[in-house]
C-alpha cells in the first residue's frame, strides 16, 4: 500500500511537471527540452538552499524563479536569435548540467535531517491526526505518507487552478494565441515573440517546481534526475487527453495531473510486477511514440476508408 | 491619414532571384477616404500593404500614419493603429479558440493586457450584440472554436475584430479573393458599411473589377511596384470596369514593346 502511496505523491508531484510540458508542447507547440535540465535545476536549488538553513517554502519558491530564468533563457535564444526551437531548448538544457553542478557543488545533494516541506507536512499530519498509523476503508496506511500525499495532491491542484484561471486572463487569451495564431494575434498588438519567452518561463517555473517538491520528497537532489522528464511529462499529458479529451481548456489540465498520477500507479505496477527499471525510459520513449503516430494512423485509415466509399458513390 | 513617401523595398537583394517590390512609392491619404488598389500580379499591390503594416521593413522612405512616423515600428505596435483582414480567411483568427475568445482578443486590439478576467458576463453580452449585427446565426454560437466555421463567417468576424477598436487605418488584402461568390458579396457589403457607419480610412487590395469600381472614393493603379494612375471623386465615380480594363491594356501592351524593343536592340548589338 505505502508503495501505491509513494508512486501517488510522484505522480501528483511530476504532474507539475506535466503541466509545464502542456504549456510549451501543447498551447506553444514548442518542443522545450529545457525541462529536463531545469527540473534538476529547481532540485538543485531548492537542496542547495535547504542544506544552508533556507526555510523550505522559500527555497522552493526560489527554485521555481530558476527555472523560470531557464525557461525564459530559451526563450530569448529562440526569439531574439532565430535559433531553432529544438536546439534553443538543448543549449540551455546542456549549459544547465553545469550550472546544477555548481549550484550543488558536487553531484548529489543528500537531505538527511534538513527540515523540507515534506517533512514539515508529516508533523503537521501527524500532529493533526494524533496517530503515527491510519486505517483508511480497511487499510492500515502511515500518517507520514498520507501527509505528503495530500502535500503534493495540494500542490497539484492549486498550480492547475492557477493555469486555468490565468489561460482565462485577457494575457492568458493573448498567450494561448500567440501559439495558435501568430499572425492573427500580431495584428491585433501582440508581441509574439515576448509571449513565448514568458510562456517558456512558466512552463519551466512549473518544471523546477516539480523539481524542488521531488528533491523534498526522495530526500535528496541529483544531477542525473532529469534525464527524460520531458518525455515523462509529454507521455502524462498524452494519457490525460487520451482520458477526458483535449475539447476544453479545464479537461486538459485535469487530464494531465490525472495522466502523471495514472502513469506513475502503472510503472509501479510494472516494476512491482518484474519490470526491469532499466527498461523504463525505453517503454516511456516507445509509448509515446505510438500515443503520437496511432491517431495520425488511425485518421488516414479512416480517411482511406471515406475516400473508398466516396469513390464507390461516383 | 496616411501618408507613404519614397517607400522602396527589395527582395533577395543582390541574388538571382531579386525582386525589386517597391520602387519608391508616393501615396498620401485623407482622413476618412476608401481606397481601392488594384494592380497587375506582382504590382506590389500586398507589398504595400504588408509595407504598411509592418510585416517587413522597407529599404528606403517614410510612413506615416496619423502625423505618426511608424516606419521603425515593429508589426504588432503598428497593430494598435491598423486593423488588418487578410486574404487567407484562415490567417485572421485563432481556430482551436472560440468565436468569445477571439473577438476579446480583438476588443485590447493596441492595449495592454493585463490578469483582468478576459470574459466577465457583460462582456459577453456586448460581443453578442456585435455579433448578432452580423446576421449570420453566429451569435448563439460564440463558444464553438472559430476553426468549425465556413471561410466566409470567419472573414466576417476578422472583419468585425479588425474594425472593433476604430483603428486609424483599416488594410483589407484581398480579403474576398478565397471565399465562394455568395460569401464574398456578403463580406464586401459588411465591409461597406463598417467603413461607411465608423468612416474609417481603408486601403483595400482586390482583383475584381466590379469591386474595383463599385467601391470606395479613390482608385489607385499599381504596376512594377509603382502608382502609375490615380482617380479621384467623380473621375473614380465614372470609372467603368471596361474602362479598367483597358488601362490593363494599354499597360501590358507598353510591356511588349517595351521587350520587342529590348529584343531589337539585342539583336543589333549581339
Not at chain 1, 523546477?208 to 523534498?216: I, P, S, V
Not at chain 2, 485572421?92 to 466577465?120: H, K
Amino acid at each position: 500500500m505505502s508503495l501505491l502511496i509513494g508512486a501517488m505523491t510522484i505522480g501528483a508531484i511530476l504532474s507539475l511537471l506535466a503541466l509545464g510540458v502542456f504549456v510549451s508542447f501543447r498551447v506553444f507547440d514548442f518542443p522545450d527540452i529545457t525541462a529536463d535540465g531545469s527540473i534538476t535545476l529547481g532540485a538543485a536549488v531548492a537542496a542547495t538552499l535547504l542544506v544552508a538553513h533556507v526555510h523550505p517554502a522559500l527555497a522552493t519558491g526560489i527554485a521555481c524563479v530558476a527555472g523560470a530564468v531557464a525557461g525564459a533563457t530559451t526563450g530569448v535564444i529562440h526569439t531574439r536569435f532565430g535559433i531553432n526551437r529544438l536546439l534553443s531548448g538543448i543549449l540551455v538544457m546542456t549549459a544547465l548540467y553545469s550550472v546544477n553542478l555548481h549550484v550543488m557543488g558536487r553531484s548529489n545533494v543528500p537531505l538527511l535531517s534538513e527540515r523540507t516541506l515534506a517533512t514539515m507536512a508529516e508533523s503537521a499530519g501527524t500532529s493533526l491526526f494524533g496517530a503515527d498509523r491510519l486505517h483508511v476503508i480497511g487499510w492500515e496506511i502511515g500518517t507520514r505518507d498520507v501527509s505528503v500525499l495530500i502535500l503534493a495532491l495540494l500542490a497539484a491542484v492549486v498550480a492547475g487552478v492557477i493555469l486555468f484561471v490565468f489561460f482565462r486572463t485577457h494575457l492568458g487569451t493573448a498567450m494561448q494565441a500567440a501559439g495558435d495564431n501568430a499572425q492573427m494575434i500580431r495584428a491585433l498588438g501582440v508581441n509574439v515573440n515576448a509571449m513565448i519567452i514568458l510562456g517558456l518561463a512558466l512552463s519551466n517555473g512549473m518544471v523546477a517546481l516539480a523539481g524542488a517538491l521531488l528533491a523534498q520528497y526522495q530526500g535528496f537532489a541529483d544531477v542525473q534526475m532529469g534525464i527524460g522528464m520531458v518525455v515523462w511529462g509529454l507521455a502524462s499529458v498524452i494519457i490525460g487527453e487520451a482520458l477526458v479529451g483535449t475539447r476544453q481548456l479545464g479537461f486538459i489540465i485535469t487530464g494531465a495531473v490525472m495522466g502523471s498520477v495514472l502513469f506513475r500507479l502503472l510503472v509501479a505496477i510494472a516494476l512491482r510486477g518484474g519490470l526491469n527499471p532499466n527498461n523504463l525510459k525505453l517503454i516511456t520513449a516507445v509509448f509515446v511514440f505510438v500515443a503520437l503516430v496511432l491517431p495520425m494512423m488511425v485518421s488516414k485509415a479512416a480517411g482511406a476508408r471515406r475516400g473508398n466509399r466516396a469513390a464507390g458513390r461516383a | 491619414m496616411l501618408d507613404i513617401r519614397q517607400v522602396s523595398k527589395t527582395f533577395n537583394a543582390a541574388t538571382a532571384n531579386e525582386l525589386r517590390a517597391l520602387q519608391g512609392v508616393e501615396l498620401a491619404i485623407d482622413p476618412g477616404s476608401f481606397v481601392i488598389v488594384v494592380g497587375t500580379n506582382g504590382s506590389g499591390k500586398s507589398t504595400l500593404l504588408n509595407a504598411i503594416a509592418g510585416t517587413f521593413r522597407v529599404d528606403a522612405g517614410t510612413i506615416r500614419v496619423d502625423g505618426v512616423d511608424i516606419t521603425a515600428w515593429p508589426e504588432h505596435r503598428r497593430a494598435g493603429l491598423i486593423g488588418r483582414v487578410f486574404q487567407n480567411p484562415f490567417s485572421g483568427t485563432a481556430p482551436s479558440m472560440t468565436i468569445a475568445e477571439n473577438l476579446v482578443l480583438a476588443t485590447r486590439r493596441g492595449q495592454p493586457r493585463g490578469l483582468g478576467r478576459a470574459l466577465p458576463a457583460r462582456a459577453r453580452d456586448e460581443l453578442r450584440d456585435r455579433v448578432r449585427w452580423l446576421n449570420m446565426g453566429l451569435e448563439d454560437r460564440l463558444d464553438n472554436p472559430i476553426g468549425s466555421l465556413s471561410g466566409g463567417q470567419r472573414q466576417a468576424l476578422t472583419l468585425l475584430m479588425a474594425s472593433w477598436v476604430k483603428p486609424k487605418l483599416l488594410l483589407l488584402d484581398e480579403h474576398t479573393a478565397a471565399l465562394d461568390p455568395k460569401s464574398a458579396d456578403q463580406v464586401i457589403r459588411l465591409s461597406q458599411e463598417i467603413v461607411l457607419r465608423d468612416r474609417l480610412t481603408t486601403l483595400t487590395v482586390t482583383h475584381s473589377m466590379a469591386q474595383a469600381t463599385n467601391l470606395g472614393d479613390r482608385l489607385v493603379m499599381m504596376h512594377r511596384g509603382r502608382v502609375i494612375h490615380d482617380f479621384r471623386g467623380a473621375e473614380k465615380q465614372r470609372l467603368r470596369p471596361e474602362d479598367l480594363l483597358g488601362r490593363f491594356e494599354e499597360v501590358r501592351r507598353a510591356e511588349q514593346l517595351d521587350e520587342t524593343a529590348a529584343e531589337m536592340l539585342r539583336r543589333m548589338y549581339a
